[in-house]
């Protein structure tokens, strides 16, 4: 089964067509990456996905479940780490996590075991009585991700997850992304990092324009030897 | 499957975004309310004759409550879901396993307790100047639950439909505010010109004002099945309105 089924998805805003009629799937276990400029769809998909945002036409299923039809069901399935940081800004950071593990139902028993694991794997404990606004770029980041995964889900979508994120940081999460993708976590992930996508992805989708213009293995891309971003210029350039 | 654990959650949040600003949410609302009922109930009240049986002060207590009532439920209900559309919070809600009934129930929850709590409060500091009597214990209870639901859903509908704090006002200022103020708080009905009272018999908030003050000390100038129809009504009809509009996303999704 896959972690992810979109068939035929379209959304428009006004008279704009944000995203037209594409088509792509996820299998589980799978560090997928998907790649636009601004403004291509990426995060209305994303949103789509999640409830975010409503769609048009098409068809998405999460773990085989219909994020329509049975929506609070394929909600358990997901994790979002959003692009912006869409958070009480005034809410302490613990208390972020112990609310969004609430929303899932975990009871305060598994939460506090929850949250302490996550504490620890981001290296949030001496932040965790901080408000989100006094946090850095990079801890607004961790928390943000550690949210994503306080329910353990099985499809985690992190949309630009290392954006303002520093070098060291930024290391340290592709590691940890990496072993918890070898764990069997399926990973949907957007970023303008090029070389980040190469490095962890195992397959790709480039959407262009709302479109989805190339899907396939990562080896695929770099088979005549461009490296990914090289590859990517070439294919949007002339659409 | 109702998300029980989740609607506890969500609701004790929304709770604790308010009485993280306890000053704003309650002491504010309390202060004002006492100078109320120092200035209009105490000094002014002891020089105005009874109003029938009753001293000025108890007259006028109950719109005071009720005053507050609606003030707190509607401004927990516009604020707490446009702060939510605003930071984008709202996402961590649209994510999660909530059926849109589960979301509106805990936003509903919140802004109705935030109602009660300020309403009671207004009570309880009445009992500093007047034995604040209590006619009809469960028609208050009624009352203030009813109108507090009814305000919680008109303060959703604003915080759903507002882009911006301006419009986040509008109806306070130039609907529910003269209303209150119109709809008997300080007077009796009968203080009126005839022709005004037609008026004063077409506006809701009389009725609440009216169906509050009959449960706390027995006195009462409106219809009390009408005023009870229109209550059903209005809260009924603003619960489908809304669940409506949540259900299709309005203004919350993308």
């Known amino acids: 089964m896959d972690a992810l089924e979109i068939q035929h998805l379209s959304k428009s805003y006004r008279n704009n067509k944000a995203v037209d009629n594409i088509s792509f799937s996820i299998q589980q276990g799978e560090f997928f990456g998907f790649l636009g400029q601004n403004g291509a769809g990426k995060t209305t998909t994303i949103h789509a996905v999640t409830g975010i945002n409503t769609f048009d036409s098409g068809i998405i299923r999460v773990c085989g479940i219909d994020v329509v039809k049975d929506y609070k069901q394929a909600r358990t399935k997901v994790g979002l780490s959003g692009q912006e940081f869409n958070v009480d800004i005034f809410q302490k950071v613990e208390k972020i996590l112990w609310f969004m593990a609430g929303f899932y139902g975990m009871t305060k028993q598994a939460r506090a075991t929850r949250i ?8 949030l404990h001496e932040h965790k009585h901080k408000t989100f606004r006094e946090l850095s770029g990079g801890l607004k980041r961790r928390v943000m991700i550690a949210r994503a995964m306080v329910h353990d889900p099985e499809l985690l979508i992190l949309d630009e997850p290392t954006a303002g994120v520093d070098v060291e940081l930024r290391h340290d999460m592709w590691k940890y992304l990496k072993k918890i993708n070898s764990e069997g976590k399926t990973i949907l992930l957007t970023s303008h990092y090029l070389e980040e996508v190469e490095y962890l992805c195992s397959r790709i989708a480039i959407i262009h324009k709302g479109k989805i213009i190339a899907v396939g293995d990562k080896d695929e891309f770099l088979k005549d030897g461009k490296n990914l971003e090289e590859k990517y210029l070439e294919l949007t350039k002339n659409i | 499957m109702l998300n029980i654990i989740g609607l506890q959650t969500l609701i004790s949040r929304e709770i604790q975004r308010f009485s993280r600003v306890f000053i704003q949410s309650l002491i504010s609302p309390w202060i004002s309310a006492f100078l109320y009922i120092v200035i209009f109930g105490v000094v002014i009240g002891g020089r105005i004759e009874m109003i029938g049986d009753y001293r000025y002060i108890d007259f006028v207590l109950p719109g005071l409550v009720m005053l507050n009532l609606i003030q707190a439920s509607y401004q927990q209900g516009a604020f707490s879901l446009y702060m939510h559309r605003f930071q984008g919070s709202i996402q961590e809600i649209l994510v999660a396993p909530f059926s849109y009934m589960e979301m509106l129930l805990a ?119 009408g005023g009870f129809v229109m209550i059903i009504i209005l809260a009924s009809g603003l619960a489908v309105l809304l669940w409506y509009l949540f259900s299709r996303g309005w203004r919350i999704k993308g």
């Open chain 1, 116 to 123: 302490e694991e996550l504490l620890t794997i981001f290296e």
């Open chain 2, 107 to 225: 936003f509903l929850g919140a802004a109705i307790l935030r109602g009660i709590i300020v309403g009671m409060g207004v009570y309880m500091l009445a009992l500093l100047f007047t034995s604040a009597t209590m006619a009809h214990f469960f028609l208050f209870v009624f009352y203030a639950i009813a109108v507090a639901f009814i305000f919680s859903c008109v303060g959703l509908l604003m915080g759903m439909w507002s882009n911006n704090f301006e419009q986040l006002n509008i109806l306070n200022t130039f609907v529910i505010m003269p209303l209150t103020f119109l709809g008997g708080i300080f007077n009796s009905i009968s203080m009126l010109p005839e022709k005004a009272q037609i008026f004063v018999r077409l506006n809701p908030f009389f009725y609440f004002v009216d169906g509050l003050r009959y449960a706390m000390i027995g006195v009462r100038e409106s219809n009390a099945v």
